[in-house]
């Protein structure tokens, strides 16, 4: 194509956009990272960055944890880890643990007489009674049948706006489960009105993940993918989010993957036909506080999205997610919005 047609059909698709009411897509520029100079990404030790420039602007140190055996303490006061039923099978709180200076989120092989055990061992006898009703207990678990178990732990106190940062490497050998870091959270006015964002879902065995923006539309949701590609999962991968009031943006190793705004303009994420569908009736990016999450989730029989469990492949070695360390950064323009929201952060912790 020549440059003068190069030229004309921008100029068009430019006035298309804006006679039909569409927004131009921002520079991507505007959402790149750059960590502080002194970082290094290595497979050796490596440490979260002391801040991150976004758009020419300084993203400051705001919450970090490195997950090492001397943090137990501080982890157990700061983090849950869950004990509850989940999708066709349990989460459980020994599938989460401190070893060799990372976080470790396990999907594991029990029984159900096993798993009765642990539950006993962690909830009253109300809450056990409430997790094993008959319409709450996965119906393949009972006496020595065996199945998948998994795990997940979340931040205790929920969150609003900031770089959202995890340095993470994967083992995954069986299908049926998939590791999950993500943002979770229901609208305090009305809970049936849920936001989630989804910095990355690995349900497959390759190297592809997914990153997904969920928002309440009407009485359901309305939800946005998109598929991407890692060297190696089972190597280190900073994996990211950016959250404005206007802005969700994603990020694998300090790259930005794609962007979502507040006007309903996604880059790569919505087709021209969903765009169209969606009636702004609420916020695509989440104006409410939320809830990290690192998590192993099984599917099976009930949501086979990632396949079946492989029972004898995962109890010769079971799948695991390590997180070495986990970090948050943000503005002071940031900090008063999310304050405004109910969510004060103190001042920047000295490093």
């Known amino acids: 194509m020549s440059q003068l047609k190069k030229h004309s059909v921008l100029i068009l698709a430019l006035i298309l956009a804006v006679s039909c009411g569409i927004p131009t897509i921002q520079t991507k520029a505007e959402y790149g990272l750059n960590p502080d100079s002194a970082y290094k990404e290595t497979d050796g030790v490596n440490n979260p960055p002391e801040f991150v420039e976004i758009g020419g602007e300084k993203y400051k140190y705001q919450y970090g944890i490195g997950f ?176 404005t009031g206007t802005t969700v943006a994603y990020y694998c190793n300090w790259e930005l993957l794609c962007y979502f705004t507040a006007e309903g303009g996604p880059d790569e994420l919505l087709n021209s036909a969903k765009r169209k569908s969606i009636e702004r009736n609420h916020e695509i990016i989440s104006p409410i506080p939320m809830n990290m999450i690192f998590s192993n989730e099984v599917g099976g029989l009930d949501f086979a999205w990632a396949g079946y469990p492989e029972i004898d492949k995962l109890e010769k070695s079971y799948d695991n997610m390590q997180i070495d360390w986990y970090a948050h950064y943000t503005t002071d323009g940031l900090k008063k919005a999310a304050g405004q929201a109910g969510v004060v952060y103190g001042d920047y912790p000295v490093k």
């Open 68 to 243: 090492d055996d001397t943090e137990k303490t501080r982890f157990e006061e700061e983090w849950v880890t869950s004990c509850t039923p989940r999708r066709s099978t349990y989460w459980l709180p020994d599938m989460v643990f401190l070893r060799d200076g990372m976080l470790n989120v396990t999907t594991q092989v029990r029984t159900g007489n096993q798993v009765e055990e642990i539950l006993k061992a962690n909830l009253t006898a109300e809450e056990f009674s409430e997790v094993t009703k008959p319409d709450k207990t996965p119906t393949k678990f009972g006496g020595d049948k065996k199945a998948a178990v998994s795990g997940a732990v979340e931040k205790k106190e929920k969150d609003l706006y900031g770089l959202f940062v995890a340095r993470i490497r994967m083992k995954k050998d069986s299908t049926g489960h998939w590791n999950a870091f993500w943002f979770w959270g229901v609208d305090p006015k009305d809970e049936s009105l849920a936001y989630e964002f989804d910095i990355f879902e690995y349900p497959k065995t390759n190297n592809k993940y997914d990153t997904t923006t969920h928002w309440p539309h009407g009485n359901l949701r309305t939800s946005a993918t998109k598929e991407h590609t890692v060297p190696s999962v089972n190597k280190w991968n900073t994996y990211a989010i950016l959250w």
